[in-house]
């Protein structure tokens, strides 16, 4: 079984920053494509970024130029870091990873408990 947790949300006035993260664990061969998802009360869950295991990103065109996603191959984690923060960023964040859990090449979805985004006027 894969678990990602993630941390790093919380209250920020509009114009602040914050940087989440999303651990993973457990026991799989490899984590292959990973992103950061959004989703406010009675919304469609959002894309926000992806990155590659290479390292390539994608990203919403509404937070273009101001969050940046990364990750640490070595640690298996992810993060996002939000800049220039807008009240309309609010959201529950949730991690998503693309698994290998064995040398096959089927990948296996998973999602992360999600991490609440508040930003004030």
């Known amino acids: 079984q894969v678990q990602l947790v993630e941390s790093g949300g919380g209250l920020v006035q509009a114009g602040g920053s914050l940087r989440l993260s999303c651990a993973a664990s457990?026991?799989?061969?490899?984590?292959?494509?990973m992103g950061w998802y959004r989703q406010d009360p009675g919304k469609q869950r959002e894309l926000v970024a992806t990155?590659?295991?290479?390292?390539?990103?994608n990203y919403a065109d509404s937070v273009k130029g101001r969050f940046a996603i990364s990750r640490d191959n070595a640690e298996n984690t992810l993060y996002l870091q939000m800049n220039s923060l807008k009240p309309e960023d609010t959201a529950v964040y949730y991690c998503?990873?693309?698994?290998?859990?064995?040398?096959?090449?089927?990948?296996?979805?998973?999602w992360g408990q999600g991490t609440q985004v508040t930003v004030s006027s």
């Open positions: 990155i590659t295991s290479g390292g390539s990103t």
């Open positions: 998503n990873a693309r698994v290998r859990i064995t040398t096959l090449l089927y990948e296996y979805n998973y």
């Open positions: 457990g026991h799989f061969f490899s984590l292959n494509a």
